[in-house]
């Protein structure tokens, strides 16, 4: 059993230590807490299962990583905290854990990363012989793996289109929502995600991932942008009101441009409340949320995965999956040798061992 260390616990965290706890492969060895509230409580309570797993949780990063664990989650935030992230996960890698994160989008595509990023994980990997596997939903399988395995069924492929479509009264972070997008501020407050060259540094590397797997150059990578503002008030049921007049969805594109023309596109759509931009895409069923992968060519291939956890909440069922594929790849990272992986490295495998298996 490989000895596996949670460090976090909130929205990502609190489906990893039921993802660990619930691989054949994995042994839950200790839970990282930042909040002093969270500190001695079971980590069965903290991941949200209905019986204790015999681990407290702790505020001590040092004393756990010097015990030596095989394999470290890291999923505290690293959206408006990237450097106190980076140092966090170098520590990790430092001490010979594997280490998987959705933490710090950089390090997706770990060939491109800029310096400040890579050059301290491969410093941490020499000295200390761990690994790092970073990668999530969208960014994540949702345009790296899942449209490559979709491209290699076309005839012919003319562009492939990855979406994230969501309602963002479903996501558990309001200062995320409001402030980092931008829900419900006047139309003129500038969202630090929409800000340009922003949606390159998140989802850029997907589609450098995505150019390198299908053999192809890049002549650059572009952008667009659309904001619409909401018709009326609205009141959600989890965040509260937002006002007529402020920002209700937003709709923007990171395009990996080939021979001039955008062949490799990520597209988000996301609103705050149906009603508003209702001539946009939304998802097939008319849910709160999906990912969909589109391959225009012959023939023509659509996929939407919608995923729900934690009482039918697609958000949460988004971070489930990308939990899924990070706590999946341990045991194989564990086997491979030392060293800064990406998804084209680290192979999605089929669930084994975990059919019909319930945890402890």
């Known amino acids: 059993m490989i000895s596996t260390v949670?460090?976090?616990?909130?929205?990502?965290?609190?489906?990893?230590?039921?993802?660990?706890?619930?691989?054949?492969?994995?042994?839950?060895?200790?839970v990282i807490v930042n909040?002093?509230?969270k500190v001695g409580r079971d980590a069965g309570e903290l991941g949200g299962l209905d019986h204790p797993l015999g681990i407290t949780a702790t505020d001590d990063a040092a004393a756990v990583l010097a015990a030596r664990p095989q394999a470290v989650v890291y999923a505290a935030s690293g959206d408006v905290r990237p450097d106190d992230a980076l140092a966090d996960i170098t520590r990790a890698v430092r001490s010979g854990a594997v280490v998987v994160s959705p933490a710090l989008y950089p390090l997706y595509d770990h060939r491109n990363a800029p310096p400040e990023f890579r050059d301290p994980v491969l410093a941490a990997v020499q000295e200390g012989g761990g690994s790092l596997f970073a990668s999530g939903v969208d960014p994540g399988w949702g345009n790296d793996v899942l449209p490559l395995l979709l491209s290699g069924l076309g005839t012919t492929v003319d562009v492939i289109r990855c979406q994230e479509i969501f309602d963002y009264s479903t996501y558990d972070q309001p200062d995320s929502v409001r402030y980092l997008v931008g829900m419900g501020q006047p139309m003129d407050y500038e969202p630090m995600m929409l800000l340009p060259s922003v949606p390159t540094m998140v989802w850029g590397g997907q589609i450098r991932l995505m150019a390198r797997a299908l053999g192809v150059e890049l002549d650059e990578i572009r952008e667009t942008l659309d904001r619409r503002a909401l018709d009326s008030t609205v009141t959600t049921r989890t965040m509260g009101e937002f006002e007529a007049g402020t920002q209700g969805a937003i709709r923007f594109e990171v395009q990996g441009i080939v021979g001039g023309e955008p062949r490799l596109v990520i597209e988000h759509v996301t609103r705050i409340h149906a009603s508003c931009a209702p001539d946009w895409p939304s998802p097939p069923?008319?849910?709160?949320?999906?990912?969909?992968?589109?391959?225009?060519?012959?023939?023509?291939?659509?996929?939407?995965?919608?995923?729900?956890?934690?009482?039918?909440?697609?958000?949460?069922?988004?971070?489930?999956?990308?939990?899924?594929?990070?706590?999946?790849?341990?045991?194989?990272?564990?086997?491979?040798?030392?060293?800064?992986?990406?998804?084209?490295?680290?192979?999605?495998?089929?669930?084994?061992?975990?059919?019909?298996?319930?945890?402890?």
């Open 285 to 360: 069923d008319g849910g709160d949320g999906a990912h969909r992968v589109v391959i225009e060519g012959r023939p023509r291939i659509e996929v939407t995965v919608e995923a729900t956890d934690e009482g039918e909440n697609r958000s949460a069922g988004g971070n489930a999956t990308a939990v899924g594929r990070l706590v999946g790849a341990i045991d194989w990272l564990v086997e491979a040798e030392p060293g800064l992986y990406d998804a084209l490295d680290v192979p999605l495998r089929p669930a084994i061992g975990k059919l019909g298996r319930k945890t402890s």
């Open 35 to 37: 909040n002093p509230a």
């Open 6 to 30: 949670v460090w976090g616990t909130g929205n990502v965290g609190r489906l990893a230590i039921r993802a660990v706890e619930a691989h054949p492969a994995l042994k839950l060895s200790a």
